[in-house]
């Protein structure tokens, strides 16, 4: 089983890299710090890495002043890669591939290349967290409460507080042994929902101030050109939320979400509520994710890449209706 064969690398390797995806998430945050404290609590070496910049929101995770963006060229025994359906997603570290002995992919993206030399994907998983609760519980570690606290983040944050359509009955059990250590669930939520910044108020009324409406109000689109940023003194990060803010329009299957990279590169978001699987469209765009919730990265600027995605969309919408 390759969980058993999971845990007994975790046991018999001593020195081990920790990495995820670009744009980190509560979920790549939650599962990579819940690995990184249940291996330090048995005195293993380990270091963490994402390429860019962490949400401040989840700093109050136990190992999250730990992450490092780069990667200083030590070698590893173990690579670990959690939450990443592809190597392009590490960023410049995946320069850490030609540097570890082993290679883990753990993941719950369908679209995941298994690009690893052990590959686990369980696209039926909430989270990358519940994966990695699973792997310490099947191979008898403890979970302590620093490290049901990174999972339990991990969990709360990818199932959008238990209220996406990959929460299952399992999602709860897990999460019910996690609060069994004493975790204060209820500042978890306090800390990651209901905290806003000045700056990232300002920068919500200027974003939905562009939301506009299509396909019989089935679509709803919001855009952030980068320089909204500058005017809020605001990141990139202090938008991860406003996708839902289209998404959850009453009428809306599809909620879009378009951020400016440069003149010429936007990133995509995209949701949706019952029927359509927004993970199609983003594949069209060399992109990936879940059903309800996937994302793109497309060459061009805001209203030619508005373009692109609405006729995907407009597709996906008559295919559904054709039938």
């Keep these: 089983m390759v969980l058993n064969k999971i845990g007994h690398i975790l046991k018999d390797y001593n020195d081990f890299a920790i990495v995820s995806h670009v744009s980190p998430d509560g979920d790549s945050i939650g599962s990579m710090l819940g690995l990184f404290n249940t291996l330090k609590d048995f005195g293993k070496s380990v270091d963490l890495f994402v390429d860019d910049i962490l949400p401040e929101k989840y700093s109050f995770l136990t190992g999250f002043e730990h992450i490092k963006r780069y990667n200083t060229g030590s070698k590893y025994s173990c690579l670990i890669i959690l939450d990443c359906g592809d190597v392009d997603r590490l960023g410049e570290l995946k320069s850490l591939l030609n540097s570890s002995d082993i290679i883990i992919n753990i993941d719950h993206h369908i679209s995941n290349t298994l690009f690893g030399d052990i590959n686990y994907v369980d696209s039926n998983a909430s989270s990358v967290g519940e994966i990695i609760y699973q792997i310490l519980k099947i191979n008898g570690y403890n979970i302590s409460k620093n490290t049901a606290m990174c999972l339990y983040t991990s969990i709360l944050t990818d199932t959008g507080g ?23 669930f209820s500042d978890i939520y306090s800390k990651i929902y209901d905290s806003r910044t000045l700056s990232q108020t300002k920068l919500l009324g200027k974003v939905l101030s562009t939301l506009e409406i299509y396909y019989d109000n089935k679509v709803a689109v919001l855009t952030m050109p980068y320089k909204l940023l500058d005017e809020c003194n605001a990141k990139e990060k202090d938008a991860d939320e406003f996708i839902n803010f ?57 209203s030619e890449v508005k373009n692109k995605i609405l006729d995907a969309v407009k597709t996906v919408l008559e295919v559904k209706y054709n039938k």
């Excluded at 999602?171 to 204060?184: E, P, R």
């Excluded at 927004?278 to 994710?289: C, L």
């Design 246 to 302: 289209a998404r959850n329009i009453d009428t809306v299957e599809v909620g879009v979400f378009i951020k400016e990279v440069n003149d010429l590169k936007c990133r995509v978001s995209l949701r949706s509520k019952n029927y359509v699987d927004v993970s199609k469209i983003a594949s069209y765009f060399s992109g990936g994710g879940h059903i309800r919730a996937a994302g793109c990265t497309i060459e061009g600027s805001i």
């Design 162 to 184: 238990f209220k996406y359509s990959n929460t299952t009955s399992m999602t709860f059990n897990i999460v019910a042994d996690l609060i069994n250590t004493g975790i204060n």
